[in-house]
C-alpha cells in the first residue's frame, strides 16, 4: 500500500521496540528511587499474596479436621492480616507508579515542547499543527500507560506467576504438574494473540489517526466547506472513514471475544483436571484435602496474571509506536542553529541590511547546504543571486506577482530559512553569525496574519516582557493609531483577547501587532502586508497611517500590495520569478517603462481609477 501522510506510526521489529525502552529508561531514570521502592512492594505484595491459600489449607487440614472451632481464630487472623498487607502493598505499588508515571509525562511534554519551540519554519511546513499537538498529548499519554502498566507491572505479573509455581512445586509437585497440564496450551494461545493483535492495533490506530486528520481539516476550514456546499461529499468522506474505523475495531473486539473466554476454557479445564486428579489422590491420600482447596485457589491466582500479560503487550505496543512518534519529533535536528561562537552587533545597531548574491530554495534536501544539488535553472530556487543593500533608516517595499519570491526574501531577513549561496548580512555581520535572539531583538516583524494570544490587550502588545512599562505600551498604541479602538474595548487595555484574537477585527489585529513593533522598537523592521482588502476606508486609512509613523527613520521592508503603502516608501525592489529585476523610486521605475512599469498598470492603477 501506498504510503500516506497518516501513516505515520507504523511498527517496526522487536530489537527497535529495545531501543525504544532503552530511551525511554532515560526519561525515567531520573525516578529510579521510586521505582525501586516501587518493585519491592511489588515484590512484597507477590509474598503476600501467597499466604491466603496456605491459610485455607492449615485450617481444613487442622482445626477443621479436628473439630476444633479455637484453632480456626488465629488462622482468620492471619488470613485478615495478610490480605490487608496485599492492600497496602499493591496501594502503594500503584500510588508511587503513577506518581512516577505522571512526572515523566510532565519531563517529556517539556522536552518535546521547548524542542518544538526550537524548530525553524521548514519545521512547521511539514508537520501540521494537530499533529504536534496529538505528540504533546494522546502520545504521551499512551507513554504514561506504558510506565505505569508495562514496567513494574508486567514485572510484577511475571514475579507473581513464577512465586505461585515454586509455592505448589513446593508443597505437593504431583498435583503441581496436574494443575500446570494446561500452560503450553495459554502460553501458545497468547502468543497467537499477541501476534495478531499487533496487526490489528496498527489498523486501528491509522485509522484513527485519518479521521482526527481529517477532522482537523474539515473543521478549520469549515468555511470554505459551507460557502461551497461541500457538506454532503464531507460526510460521505467522514462516513467512509468511520466504517473503514469501525471495521478495524470490531476486529479487535473479535479477537478479544475470542482470546478472553478462550482463557477461561483453559483455566477452567486446568480447574476441572485438577479437581479430578487431586479428587482420586486425595482419596488416595497422597495430598490432604485442605491441600487440594489451596491448590484450586492458587491455580485460579495463576491465570490472573496470565490473562494481564497479553493485555499489557497491547498496552506495550501502543506506547511503542507513540515513543517512536515521539523521538522523531526529538530527533529532528534543528535547521536553524545559533554558532559555536557567536559575534556581537556593533553598538548602536543601525540597521544596514545587504543581500550578496542571495540564492534560496525550500527543498533543502535537493538542494544540499550550499545549493549544489541543484543547477542555476532549476525551478526549485525561489530566489536567483538577489542582490541589493538598505541603507540604515531606508524604507523599502518589495513588489512582484504572487509567487515571485517576496515574503520568502523577508522571512529570510528575520533568518526563519537559511539561505543556501550568498550572504545576508546587518551593518555588515552576516547573520548567521549572530544568536538568533539578538537577531530578532534588531529585526521585528508584522507578520500577514498577525498573531494575538488569549490574555489582555496590554500582554498582547508588551508579550509578557515586563521591561516594557504601562506608559510604553500606551505610546506605543498610540503611535500604531490603535489606541482609539482600545480605549473603546471594555476595560480598555485590560480588554481579554480570545484565542487567536478571534473577538477582534482583522483590521484591529493589524493595528495590536503595529503597536507590539513600535513596542519593541527595532532597528529593522518587515512587514507582511495585509493583502485582503477586509477593512473599511477608515481603518485603511488609520493603518497607512501607522504604517507611516511605524517605517519613518527605520530601516523597513514592506510586502507592498498596495499603492497606498508604495507610496510610503523611500524605494521600490521589483522581484520577477525570483529575480531583483528592477531597483529605484516609484517615479524612477515608471519612467523606465519596464517590468515595474507593466505590474503598476496592472495591479495598483485600478487603484488610482478607483
Ligand atoms: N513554506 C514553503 N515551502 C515550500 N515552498 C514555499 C513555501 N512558501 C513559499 N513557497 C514557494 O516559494 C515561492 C515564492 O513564494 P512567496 O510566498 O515568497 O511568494 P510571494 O511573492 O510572497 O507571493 P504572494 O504575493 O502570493 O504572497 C512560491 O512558488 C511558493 O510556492
Not at 490487608?84 to 517539556?110: E, H, K, P, S, W
Not at 491441600?291 to 503487550?313: C, G, K, N, S
Not at 525570483?578 to 519596464?594: Q, T
Request: with cysteine; proline share 4%; aromatic share 10%.
Amino acid at each position: 500500500m501506498a504510503r500516506t501522510p497518516f501513516d505515520d506510526d507504523e511498527i517496526l521489529g522487536k530489537a527497535y521496540d529495545a531501543a525504544l525502552v532503552r530511551r525511554l529508561g532515560v526519561f525515567i531514570a531520573p525516578y529510579w528511587r521510586r521505582v525501586a521502592l516501587a518493585t519491592a512492594l511489588m515484590f512484597g505484595g507477590a509474598a503476600v499474596e501467597l499466604a491466603p491459600p496456605f491459610l485455607v489449607k492449615q485450617a481444613i487440614d487442622g482445626p477443621i479436621a479436628a473439630r476444633d472451632p479455637a484453632g480456626i481464630l488465629p488462622l482468620f487472623g492471619l488470613y485478615a492480616a495478610a490480605l490487608l498487607a496485599a492492600f497496602g502493598f499493591r496501594y502503594g505499588q500503584t500510588y508511587i507508579v503513577q506518581l512516577v508515571g505522571q512526572q515523566v509525562m510532565v519531563d517529556i511534554r517539556t522536552r518535546i515542547f521547548s524542542h518544538i519551540q526550537r524548530m525553524s519554519l521548514a519545521f512547521f511546513d511539514r508537520n501540521p499543527v494537530g499533529r504536534l499537538i496529538t505528540r504533546l498529548t494522546n502520545d504521551v499519554d499512551a507513554l504514561n500507560e506504558f510506565i505505569t502498566q508495562g514496567t513494574v507491572a508486567l514485572l510484577g505479573d511475571l514475579v507473581r506467576l513464577l512465586f505461585i509455581v515454586i509455592t505448589m512445586l513446593l508443597l505437593n509437585w504431583r498435583l503441581a504438574l496436574i494443575s500446570f497440564i494446561m500452560f503450553p496450551a495459554v502460553m501458545l494461545a497468547s502468543s497467537i494473540f499477541q501476534r495478531i493483535m499487533r496487526g490489528v492495533y496498527r489498523r486501528v490506530r491509522q485509522r484513527i489517526a485519518r479521521i482526527n486528520a481529517f477532522l482537523n481539516e474539515q473543521i478549520s476550514g469549515i468555511l470554505v466547506t459551507q460557502l461551497f456546499n461541500r457538506e454532503e461529499q464531507s460526510r460521505i468522506r467522514f462516513a467512509e472513514l468511520s466504517r473503514d474505523y469501525l471495521a478495524a475495531q470490531l476486529e479487535s473486539n473479535r479477537t478479544f471475544a475470542i482470546f478472553f473466554p478462550l482463557i477461561n476454557f483453559l483455566s477452567v479445564t486446568a480447574m476441572a483436571l485438577l479437581l479430578y486428579f487431586g479428587g482420586q489422590a486425595v482419596l488416595a491420600g497422597i495430598a490432604t484435602l485442605g491441600m487440594l482447596v489451596a491448590f484450586i485457589q492458587y491455580t485460579d491466582q495463576a491465570f490472573q496474571p496470565i490473562r494481564q500479560i497479553a493485555e499489557r503487550y497491547n498496552t506495550f505496543q501502543s506506547a511503542m509506536a507513540s515513543a517512536e512518534r515521539i523521538f522523531r519529533v526529538l530527533d529532528t535536528p534543528a535547521t536553524v542553529v545559533d554558532p559555536a561562537h557567536p559575534r556581537s552587533l556593533p553598538s548602536p545597531v543601525r540597521g544596514e541590511i545587504t543581500f550578496k548574491n542571495v540564492w534560496f530554495t525550500y527543498d533543502t534536501e535537493a538542494a544540499g547546504p550550499d545549493g549544489a544539488g541543484l543547477t542555476d535553472s532549476d525551478d526549485r530556487w525561489v530566489l536567483r543571486g538577489v542582490s541589493f543593500t538598505i541603507p540604515a533608516g531606508q524604507a523599502v517595499a518589495v513588489v512582484g506577482a504572487t509567487g515571485a519570491g517576496k515574503t520568502s526574501l523577508v522571512s529570510l531577513m528575520a533568518r526563519f530559512y537559511d539561505i543556501q549561496r550568498g550572504s545576508i548580512t546587518l551593518d555588515g555581520i552576516d547573520i548567521r553569525e549572530l544568536r538568533q535572539a539578538e537577531l530578532r531583538r534588531h529585526v521585528s516583524a508584522v507578520p500577514q496574519d498577525p498573531v494575538c494570544f488569549s490574555g489582555s490587550i496590554a500582554s498582547n502588545i508588551r508579550l509578557h516582557d515586563d521591561s516594557i512599562s504601562d506608559e510604553q505600551v500606551r505610546r506605543a498604541a498610540e503611535i500604531a493609531r490603535a489606541a482609539p479602538f482600545i480605549e473603546r474595548l471594555p476595560g480598555g487595555y485590560e480588554y481579554e483577547v480570545r484565542e487567536r484574537g478571534s473577538n477582534l477585527s482583522v483590521g484591529q489585529r493589524q493595528l495590536l501587532a503595529f503597536a507590539r513593533a513600535i513596542a519593541f522598537n527595532p532597528e529593522v523592521l518587515l512587514i507582511l502586508d495585509e493583502a485582503t482588502s477586509s477593512v473599511d476606508t477608515e481603518t485603511e486609512a488609520l493603518m497607512q497611517e501607522a504604517l507611516e509613523r511605524l517605517i519613518h527613520g527605520r530601516t523597513s521592508i514592506v510586502i507592498a500590495h498596495r499603492l497606498s503603502t508604495i507610496r510610503h516608501v523611500d524605494r521600490i525592489l521589483v522581484l520577477y520569478k525570483g529575480r531583483l529585476v528592477e531597483d529605484g523610486s516609484h517615479d524612477e521605475l515608471l519612467a523606465k517603462r519596464g517590468y515595474y512599469y507593466r505590474l503598476y498598470q496592472l495591479q495598483f492603477a485600478e487603484e488610482v481609477r478607483g
